[in-house]
Each structure stands twice: as C-alpha cells, then as structure tokens.
C-alpha cells in the first residue's frame, strides 16, 4: 500500500509539472537560455524516485518478494534466519494493495512451501507446506498425515542434529515424505503428544502444515488458508543469518 501510494504521488506530481507548471515557469523565467529550466525541489525528487518505487513496486507485486525465517516452524527445509525468495505470479497475477487476481497462471500444488496472510490477522505473513487441497479430507492419526483415506508415504532417516537456533530440536526423528510430486523432510518428537483430527477442506480453501509438526502453528490449530490469501510459493534461500552468517545455506533451493 505505501509502495502504492509513493508511485501515485510521486508520478502525479511530475505529470502535473510537466503538463500545466513547466511552460509557465518558462515563460517567467528571463534567462532560461543562461540558468536553465530549473525545478522546484519537490518535482526534482519526484521525478528522481518515480522510477525507482515504479520498478520496487512492479517487481514486489508481479515478481519476487524477499522474506526472512523469524520461526523453527518449517525446521528442517527452513531454518530460523533464512532469507528467501518468493515466487508471486506462479499462482496468477494479482493487483498490488487490494490483492485482486487478474490472470490465472496456475493453481497450487500439494508439497508447495507458500507464504500467505494469516487468516486471523491478515497483516501477518506465514509459511507452510500446502498439504490438503480443495475437496480432500486430512486426517491427522498418531503423527501419520492420510489424505482421502490414503497415508502420506515416509521413510525414516535417523536421527536429526541441528545447528545454532535448531539445536534445540536435536533428537527429534527424521523423515522424509512424499506429497504429490514433493519429496521433502519433516521433524517429529516421539515424546510429543499428538492430537488425532480428520479435517474436510472447503472449496477455495488449502489445509497447511509445518515440517517442524510438532512445532507448527497450522491449520490444526487455526483452520484452512483461503485462496486469496496466498502470497506466493518460497522457491530459494539467497542467505542465512543466525548468530551469524551460515554459508552452507546460500543459494539452497526449497523444495
């Protein structure tokens, strides 16, 4: 919204100089050919930055979005500090600020990793793991994500080992998943309690989970995501900074 209204009025007042102010400056300006067409200091800078919030608007509304990894919700594909970059016209073109869709580009995909606004503070961006798709039923049983009646298939790998803030959830089971064509991994505690829960999906809706599920805030807890509230799908990790800069996470695809 504020990159909005910065292109507004900053483009109007240039455009406003250039039709009605300018050629009576001119006109009043005795030694134009000497001094020059000289202009008000709020039409300089607008005419500076007109460009500049044009291009940051065009590429945060129609093109990539940055984010930073404030939470271990999404640990391990996401780690706290992670800077990442988001895919906003993969799911179609959207007007900025009043968020209207334009153009169908494509629709999202169980295993997609999205940021969206928090249904119940729409101010808030979140991100999680589309698992349920319109239509589907999810349950939720002893740990074990079914969807339609059929497991989400899992392999174990061992054991996890976290570094800097993750460290925390070292000892956690590691395993990794398939959703769809997705194959990603997830941390559970055997000492957590899970609770067991069947959901049914409502049209225009996406039911998301954290990797971290044990440590997830989601759609278990809050409900489903609307479709219009889907920023974008996370698609790279350009860098990490936790306690530090992490080198091994620079330029790390999200799957």
């Given amino acids: 919204m504020i990159l909005t209204l910065l292109v507004l009025v900053s483009g109007l007042i240039w455009a406003t100089d250039s039709w009605f102010f300018k050629s009576v ?8 050919a000497a001094n020059g067409d000289k202009l008000p200091v709020v039409v300089d800078y607008a005419r500076s930055f007109f460009p500049i919030f044009l291009i940051v608007l065009l590429l945060r509304s129609f093109l990539v ?40 580009l494509g629709r999202p995909r169980r295993g997609d990793v999205v940021v969206f606004r928090y249904p119940l503070d729409p101010r808030t961006p979140y991100i999680k793991r589309i698992v349920g798709l319109p239509g589907d039923v999810v349950e939720y049983r002893q740990k074990a994500v079914f969807i339609n009646g059929d497991q989400v298939a899992y392999v174990s790998e061992g054991v996890f080992i976290g570094a800097r803030s993750a460290a925390i ?11 769809g064509e997705t194959r990603h991994r997830i941390i559970i505690r055997d000492d957590s309690r899970g609770r067991d829960q069947q959901f049914m999906v409502p049209e225009g809706h996406y039911f998301v989970l954290g990797d971290n599920r044990d440590n997830s805030r989601d ?37």
């Fill in 65 to 104: 979005e940055p984010f930073r990894i404030p939470s271990g919700s999404m640990i391990p594909t996401l780690l706290v500090g992670d800077f990442i970059l988001v895919n906003k016209f993969v799911y179609g073109i959207r007007l900025p600020a009043i968020n209207r869709k334009v153009i169908e």
């Fill in 169 to 179: 959830h070292t000892g956690a089971t590691l395993l990794k998943e398939k959703l």
């Fill in 219 to 255: 759609s278990r807890f809050w409900g489903y995501v609307p479709e219009e509230n889907l920023v974008g799908k996370a698609f790279f990790i350009w860098m990490n900074w936790d306690r530090g800069l992490n080198w091994d996470r620079i330029g790390t695809r999200i799957y």
């Fill in 25 to 32: 400056r001119q006109r009043n300006q005795n030694k134009l």
